[in-house]
């Protein structure tokens, strides 16, 4: 069982990124796959989620109208398109899987991926 996220990089602000958060060795279509990141002194938040049969999502507010998260359950990838990148926003991403939103929004992950470093930078 592995989530791989990948995608992170270094941007100035205004850029964009595509992170991607691939499985392998489970069926994701069983999970709600979300998003956390922490930046350095910081502590771990939230930054998006997305159900495992229906679509539903959700953002973080300080992400709203900038990212958009999406999975595809036959490539067992979820995708957080991530635009306007502010330096706010440099963390390391971490992609999990959640039984449901409410566990996302309860901080209780199950399988979770390595991280992708995200630095927003001039």
């Known amino acids: 069982v592995q989530l791989q996220a990948s995608g992170g990089g270094l941007v100035p602000p205004g850029g964009s990124l595509r992170l991607s958060c691939r499985a392998s060795?489970?069926?994701?279509?069983?999970?709600?796959i979300g998003w956390v990141r922490q930046a350095p002194g910081k502590e771990r938040e939230r930054v998006s989620c997305?159900?495992?049969?229906?679509?539903?999502?959700y953002y973080e507010d300080s992400v709203k109208g900038r990212f958009t998260i999406s999975r595809d359950n036959a490539k067992s990838t979820v995708y957080l398109q991530m635009n306007d990148l502010k330096p706010e926003d440099t963390a390391v991403y971490y992609c999990?899987?959640?039984?449901?939103?409410?566990?996302?929004?309860?901080?209780?992950?199950?399988?979770w991926g390595q991280g992708t470093q995200v630095t927003v930078s001039s």
């Open positions: 060795g489970f069926k994701t279509n069983n999970y709600a």
């Open positions: 997305i159900s495992s049969t229906d679509g539903n999502t």
């Open positions: 999990a899987t959640f039984h449901d939103l409410i566990a996302y929004l309860g901080g209780v992950g199950e399988y």
